[in-house]
């Protein structure tokens, strides 16, 4: 066996950076010192996507063809990368007394999101049905500990929540993969996906399997039947770890998607259009009608973030390289819209200790560069252009056009509307209500203002930069010729 | 003989599912779930022996899933004795702080 183990140089520079700092906490006096182990994870994770860049060009297999990396495996690592690491700038604003939810042991909890995230990019390169469960849990497990990480009522609430949930949904999964096992006798995804195409739909016990991982994936990328746990594990859960479940989570959904949907079942979606179109037009349509009436600003964001996954989904409509380039682009400039909030947001909620909206009233007086920040990241969210989220969301509905789903669009758009009126209800707290006499200027870390300014500047310019989706496109259109022969 | 085996692990699995959605003691929701993940594994343990009998794939998922569920259990209950010394309980009715 042909073993290269540098194709997983990402993977294993993320564990290590992740034993690394459990172990130089053993030599911290304080506890709660948590200055070199954030400087040593974004290190770690800088180090893990320069490795990457370093990475080939044509796909690559290692351990007899269980682990595989291609260029699209390496665009969705990086998106990975920069999440998790934009989450670690960002979360050290959450160690501050006020909140209820103040974040103890910085040392393991950055620790514990570099094992979910190695999971996560195991996950991507997986190439058979034992290494993709196994990093799935990798990339799950973990985030039912950090959700209950601060070890209040509402923290164990929302991770016992998310526990149950996440592990009926690991059930279904792994229920479908066992029918998938049945009918091609073959672990292997490339192996699976040849015998099913030979077989032609003629086995019932498929669509049982195709409707089982549905289900599983759902559960992850909160679409609509499967969305219950969202809300209650946003709310719960500490504030950078709400972030994070709805950057790098839905990410990992995404990415199960494409590796058990597209990559495996792709032939099969052609009959299944319109089932997706209407999965698509539940999901946004419940997000956004119940973000309208929450007052509080972590669940507010869970129901805001199940609107996003129904947009996502419109770009499984299509087998042509189009469909998966808006995909993975929309997470791209989802991940930096969703965080440039979630980095004013922290701050906001932790300092403050309050949560609800109108605790936003009149922020804009004391701290203009923070408002300002959230409230393009607001715009962004709602696909206002020339922002990123607008082109993000451009394509996605260039998607269904295009399969000739005219409704789905307009659908869509007045979801869009609709969304636009719920952000704009925190612009109108910040800017134009009066300010709250208790308001005071936020102190913000050097880390916090760097990881924010980036999240911000990428969601304006990501989707002015042609050379994004290009380069994405081209690397999909290569994908598509590898795995499904378009 | 295939048969009676699907049917065997459709039950438990049925079973997880009833018990999820009826059971108030958090420690038997985990159970439930237990079961459920059993019979997925039970599910591709028998598809092996029946169906592919030449190759192991099946069987060693299995014992990947074993292990994982194993895991999966352990930050569980990690959980629950955490929220059983705040509030002497693991009844899930009482979880309802949060709402709205």
Redesign the interface.
């Known amino acids: 066996m042909n073993l290269s183990l540098e194709l997983m140089a990402p993977e294993i520079i993320v564990l290590a950076t992740g034993f690394l700092i459990l172990i130089s906490d053993l030599f911290q006096k304080s506890k709660n010192e948590n200055k070199a182990s954030s400087i040593l994870a974004i290190v770690g994770i800088m180090l893990a996507a320069c490795s990457g860049l370093f990475l080939t060009d044509a796909p690559k297999e290692t351990l007899g063809g269980r682990f595989g990396l291609d260029q699209l495996d390496l665009i969705l690592k990086e998106i990975l990368l920069l999440s998790a690491g934009l989450v670690i700038m960002i979360s050290p604003a959450a160690m501050k007394e006020k909140s209820e939810q103040k974040i103890t042991h910085f040392s393991e909890f950055f620790t514990v999101i570099l094992f979910t995230l190695s999971g996560m990019m195991f996950l991507v390169s997986s190439r058979d049905?034992?290494t993709l469960?196994?990093s799935l849990?990798l990339a799950t497990?973990p985030l039912?500990?950090l959700t209950?990480w601060t070890?209040t009522?509402?923290s164990?609430?929302?991770?016992?929540?998310y526990?149950?949930m996440g592990?009926?949904g690991?059930?279904?999964l792994?229920?479908g993969?066992?029918?998938i096992?049945?009918i091609t006798?073959?672990?292997g995804l490339k192996a699976i996906q040849t015998t099913l195409t030979a077989s032609q739909l003629t086995n019932p016990s498929l669509y049982l399997a195709g409707a089982l991982i549905l289900a599983g994936v759902g559960f992850k990328l909160t679409l609509f039947p499967f969305h219950m746990w969202a809300?209650?594990a946003y709310?719960?859960a500490p504030t950078p770890i709400t972030a994070f479940l709805s950057v790098a989570s839905k990410g990992t959904g995404l990415i199960l998607a494409i590796q058990l949907l597209l990559k495996v079942m792709g032939f099969l979606l052609q009959p299944f259009v319109f089932g997706i179109a209407i999965l698509a037009t539940l999901t946004m349509t419940l997000g956004n009608l119940v973000a309208v009436?929450?007052?509080?600003l972590k669940?507010f964001m869970a129901y805001s973030s199940i609107s996003q996954a129904g947009y996502l989904l419109m770009g499984f409509m299509t087998t042509k390289p189009e469909g998966l380039t808006a995909m993975v682009f929309y997470m791209l400039v989802y991940a930096l819209t969703n965080l440039a909030a979630f980095g004013v947001l922290i701050v906001h909620i932790h300092q403050t200790g309050q949560e609800d909206i109108t605790s936003l009233r009149g922020i804009s007086k004391a701290n203009p560069l923070l408002a300002l920040s959230l409230m393009i990241a607001l715009f962004g969210l709602a696909g206002i252009p020339p922002l990123a989220g607008f082109v993000g969301k451009f394509f996605l509905f260039s998607i269904a056009a295009q399969v000739g789903y005219y409704w789905l669009v307009a659908v869509a758009a007045l979801n869009s509307t609709v969304s636009l009126y719920y952000y704009l209800r925190l612009v109108r707290q910040m800017y134009i209500e009066p300010e709250n006499p208790q308001s005071q200027k936020l102190q913000i870390s050097p880390m916090s203002i760097l990881g924010l300014g980036i999240a911000t500047v990428g969601s304006v310019v990501a989707g002015l930069i042609p050379y994004i989706y290009d380069g994405i496109l081209a690397t999909s259109s290569q994908w598509l010729q590898v795995w499904l022969k378009i | 003989m295939l048969i009676s085996w699907v049917l065997v692990s459709l039950l438990l699995f049925s079973l997880g599912i009833y018990g999820v959605l009826t059971r108030r003691s958090a420690v038997g929701l985990l159970i439930s779930v237990e079961l459920m993940l059993n019979a997925a594994a039970l599910n591709l343990v028998v598809f092996n022996r029946f169906l592919f009998a030449s190759r192991m794939d099946g069987q060693i998922l299995t014992i990947f899933v074993i292990a994982l569920a194993a895991a999966e259990v352990l930050i569980g209950m990690a959980i629950l004795v955490m929220l059983f010394r705040r509030k002497k309980s693991v009844d899930v009715t009482q979880l309802s702080q949060l709402k709205h």
Not at chain 1, 156 to 161: H, I, P, R, T
Not at chain 1, 293 to 296: I, S, V
């Open positions: 049905l034992v469960y196994v849990e497990i039912f500990a209950a070890k009522d509402k164990g609430e929302a991770g016992v929540k526990l149950i592990a009926i690991s059930a279904f792994l229920y993969l066992g029918f096992y049945s006798g073959d672990l809300p209650d709310q719960g009436r929450q007052n509080n669940r």
